[in-house]
Each structure stands twice: as structure tokens, then as C-alpha cells.
């Protein structure tokens, strides 16, 4: 027999046939809150309005049609809203349970949205690992084991911005007029080593034209290249100096760029 049941985890009642009940044991999902639960708990059978178990012949003669309409329209009410569920209730009411196979997609998803996230924080680290070496040192061996297998190098920062240019001049040597010296005091304003930067070098002449233009990397103007890959200290400075010819050149002035090369 057919009937309506109520949906123990939100109390939203619905129509439900009897081949339901039979089908699964009657396990059924709420269409309003997703929840599977057994049907037949609360289970109550379909009874005829007693209006409408009356004989036809019961009634006095002298009633008006006005007074056996209106139960009529209250039990056509009722019916439409039992027989009115929405078309998501509808359809996961006829639908069969299968909780293995819910539990089993919510792993499946879980697993996929791990795994993304797992990828996500491996390229991370691969971009910034010389920042996270320099922040987090104890991370460099796990960063430098990651390098072993993809080629690369746990370097130290490259961060301009934290290194600024405390002096600088031209100085003509007194005993070679085609010689000068470019002296340099560069200052890192990070609690870290830093990486050492290229220095660009354009001269001009009085119409600020450039003249010449050289870019000098850290193992030419440091002595030794063991100097250039331990980098500037934290909260040091560091003193260059290099010479160059002039080659028959007047400049009258310079640029000096700081600048780090593609990672």
C-alpha cells in the first residue's frame, strides 16, 4: 500500500510507493538533505478522507452542495501536497542506495584533491627554493635532494631591491691617464645572505649619451669565485673595485644598474 514516510534527519515528509519499500530493503535518500535512512520506520499507509467512505445515499437530502464541497477542496489540497515532491526528491527517491559506492567516490575525490595540492606546494618550492633555503635553512637538504632529481640548484636569493648601492665614483689613475677605477660599496638589508648582482656600467658624455656600456659579473670584479657563490652576509657590506681602459674615450659620466641575470 502506498503512503508517506518522514525523513528521520530533517523532518521533511513524502509520497512513496510500496515497491519502494520492497526495493533495498527500503533504503531511500532524503531529496532534501541527501541522507539515507530506512523508509519503513516511519512509515504511515495511505487511509480514504472519511468523506469519502460515506455512502452516497448517507447524506440528508436537504445539504447543500456548497457544504460537501468544502471537504472535498481540503482533501484535493492535502493530496497535491503530498503528491508535489520536488524533481531532485523525486528522483533520488527512486534511486537505489549504494552507500560503498558514495564512500568510495569521497575517497576518490579526497585522493585527487590531495594529490593536486601535493603538486601545487612541489612547484612552489621548486620556484622558491633559493628563498626558502635562505629563510628556512633546515629545508635546504630536502630542497637540494628535490634538485637531485630535477637538475637544478639551491642557489642563494636574487632579490635587488634588498641590495642597495651605499657609494660609488670614477677614480683616474695618476700614473695612466687611459686607466679609471670604478669603486663600489653595496650594501644587503636582508637578515640573509643574499646572491651577488651584475653590475652594468654605462658611461656617457655631456649630453648623457651613452659612450659605452659593460656588464661585470661577480667573478669579475670579486678576486676569487669561491667569494662570488658565498654571496653578500646578512646585514654586510661589501667593497668592489675594478679597473678599466678608456681606449681613447672622454666620459664626462656614468650609470651604474644593479642587475641579476634569468634563474
Not at 601545487?120 to 627554493?129: E, H
Not at 658624455?205 to 658565498?230: G, H, M, N, V
Request: overall charge negative.
Amino acid at each position: 500500500m502506498d503512503g508517506t514516510t518522514r525523513c528521520p534527519h530533517c523532518d521533511t515528509r513524502f509520497k512513496i510507493a510500496a515497491a519502494q519499500l520492497q526495493a533495498h530493503q527500503g533504503q531511500v535518500r532524503c531529496g532534501h538533505c541527501l541522507q539515507a535512512f530506512d523508509a519503513r520506520v516511519e512509515f504511515i499507509a495511505d487511509e480514504p478522507h472519511p468523506q469519502l467512505e460515506l455512502d452516497e445515499f448517507a447524506a440528508p437530502l436537504h445539504l447543500s452542495a456548497a457544504v460537501l464541497s468544502e471537504p472535498e477542496q481540503t482533501v484535493s489540497a492535502q493530496t497535491a501536497v503530498l503528491n508535489e515532491p520536488s524533481v531532485h526528491e523525486d528522483a533520488l527517491l527512486n534511486s537505489a542506495v549504494d552507500m560503498p559506492a558514495v564512500k568510495g567516490g569521497r575517497i576518490w575525490w579526497g585522493l585527487m584533491i590531495a594529490l593536486l595540492v601535493l603538486a601545487l606546494l612541489l612547484q612552489l618550492s621548486y620556484l622558491w627554493r633559493a628563498d626558502l633555503a635562505a629563510r628556512i635553512p633546515s629545508s635546504r637538504t630536502l630542497l637540494q635532494t628535490m634538485c637531485n632529481w630535477l637538475a637544478c640548484q639551491v642557489g642563494l636569493p636574487q632579490n635587488s631591491e634588498l641590495i642597495s648601492i651605499e657609494s660609488s665614483n670614477l677614480e683616474a689613475d695618476t700614473n695612466n691617464s687611459q686607466l679609471i677605477s670604478l669603486n663600489v660599496l653595496l650594501r644587503n638589508r636582508a637578515h640573509y645572505a643574499l646572491a651577488l648582482p651584475h653590475l652594468e656600467l654605462t658611461l656617457n658624455d655631456t649630453q648623457e649619451r651613452a659612450l659605452a656600456r659593460r656588464i661585470f659579473k661577480p667573478a669579475e670584479y670579486l678576486a676569487t669565485s669561491q667569494q662570488a657563490e658565498a654571496g653578500i652576509p646578512a646585514d654586510q657590506e661589501i667593497s668592489i673595485k675594478v679597473w678599466l681602459a678608456l681606449q681613447e674615450l672622454n666620459p664626462s659620466g656614468y650609470r651604474l644598474v644593479l642587475i641579476y641575470p634569468n634563474p
